[in-house]
């Protein structure tokens, strides 16, 4: 019997509602019990780990992230993304399936599976494509992926357009009582366009995407869901508009979820001009009004979650030669883009990495007084592990001892070198943060300390 004692720690779990110091008892992989500071001091056998001055939170699990494998490994490996994600405090992750191949066959997600645990480190849950090749003619194998080991079900990266093929998707997850996530996208008000539509993208001569472009799709497919029952969760809002119709459908009947991304609360359309293609992502940053919309709904609890969608990329495509030297683009500019420039901005590939900041920048909204601690967990364990169907986020007697400590202290300074994801495309890179996560464990394993990186397998 393997015993471990994280000790003297405040213990956060919304779950339970637990706020206080306590000491977690870990006994095989499973928490064993809660229980006040220095309840367990006699249990001389067991490994003692100081947690004084931290924070102890059920395991972040983040809904929504692209680890490029099968099929893009100077990108991203399943190996590379997991180490990423628990250096980010994160103890499970959901992998989307727009890789090559798709993951929309058992087969795929099985590899996806086998890849996680040869890594041994941060759980890996596989989403299964909606469509076949995401291509939304044809739904997939439902039960055969579930089956699998599939706990969502979505074609991130692309919206579902045909709406009866909708609606039957919709059937086919309820039926099988996951839920669907969907990328909100009208393709029509989206074409050619490179960033938001406003004053930013004027300034540099390239085409904008109106808000209505998600904004409209979010309308459309939440009327379809309401009376259906499916459990519908929308990925990545962006504006105060999509909030409203996600309120509204809620109000209707609507078994609805959402998430936002730390780079959509944190940055407005201005990070363009600093940043270039790093700064640019579908759907794009949008004003400083939506900025304040969803913080005030991650306040409300209109937005239940927090996911990074890591996106990772290459240099050779994120940043292309014909923008070499045109960031930062000041705002005394007298002139855009060239029309090479411009095409180059629009051609380059939407996302940034996110894994290792995302909870120094949920932690700049604890500071501001925006959300609390325990809403912060919420945000990042307990309401993704509900999406998911999982028995995770909280520390529970009887769950995995999936934990994550924090240091909510911690000053740092993002350096994208020494990122552990293969990738370097974050518009965070020189930003100081508040607080970081300092151990993650798994099952009761340690897989990542901020004292010796990722723990030895």
Request: glycine share 10%.
């Amino acid at each position: 019997m393997t015993s471990i004692v994280i000790s003297g720690g405040r213990v956060i779990d919304p779950g339970q509602g637990l706020d206080g110091n306590f000491d977690v008892l870990v006994v095989d992989g499973l928490i064993e019990e809660v229980a006040p500071a220095g309840h367990f001091a006699r249990l001389a056998d067991a490994h003692v780990i100081d947690a004084a001055g931290k924070w102890v939170l059920p395991g972040l699990i983040d809904p929504h992230v692209h680890l490029r494998d099968p099929g893009f490994p100077e990108k991203e490996t399943i190996e590379s993304g997991l180490r990423a994600a628990a250096a980010g405090g994160f103890t499970t992750v959901a992998a989307m399936a727009n890789t090559s191949p798709v993951n929309d066959s058992p087969e795929i997600t099985r590899y996806m599976l086998d890849a996680a645990r040869r890594a041994g480190g941060t759980r890996l849950v596989p989403v299964s494509a909606v469509t076949r090749g995401l291509e939304g003619r044809e739904l997939v194998d439902g039960e055969a992926m579930a089956a699998a080991g599939a706990r969502l079900f979505s074609d991130d990266g692309l919206p579902v357009d045909d709406e009866p093929l909708l609606l039957t998707a919709y059937d086919q997850v309820n039926r099988l009582g996951l839920a669907i996530s969907l990328h909100e996208e009208d393709r029509e008000l989206s074409r050619g366009g490179a960033i938001n539509q406003g004053e930013i993208a004027r300034q540099l001569g390239v085409r904008g995407i109106p808000d209505s472009a998600e904004s409209r799709r979010v309308g459309r497919d939440l009327a379809l869901a309401i009376g259906n029952g499916a459990a519908v969760h929308i990925a990545h809002v962006s504006s105060a508009q999509s909030l409203q119709m996600i309120r509204a459908a809620r109000n209707h009947g609507a078994n609805v979820t959402c998430e936002v991304t730390p780079h959509h609360f944190s940055l407005d359309e201005s990070a363009v001009l600093r940043c270039g293609t790093d700064a640019k992502m579908n759907p794009p940053l949008r004003e400083g009004q939506d900025v304040a919309a969803l913080e005030a709904a991650l306040s409300d609890s209109t937005i239940d979650m927090i996911a990074t969608d890591h996106a990772p990329h290459d240099p050779g495509s994120k940043q292309p030669a014909a923008l070499a030297g045109c960031f930062p683009f000041h705002a005394n500019h007298d002139h855009p883009l060239n029309p090479a420039q411009a095409d180059a901005m629009t051609r380059a590939p939407n996302g940034v990495i996110g894994l290792e900041t995302a909870l120094g920048l949920a932690l700049r909204l604890v500071h501001r007084s925006i959300i609390s601690a325990a809403r912060m967990v919420e945000l990042m364990a307990l309401n993704p592990a509900r999406l998911l169907r999982l028995e995770a986020g909280t520390l529970a007697a009887g769950a995995a001892a999936d934990v994550t400590i924090v240091d909510p202290e911690l000053r740092w300074t993002v350096d994208a070198a020494e990122m552990r994801s293969k990738s370097r495309n974050t518009p965070f890179a020189g930003m100081k943060l508040v607080g970081r996560a300092t151990m993650t464990i798994v099952s009761g394993k340690i897989i990542y300390s901020a004292t010796n990186g990722a723990a030895s397998r």
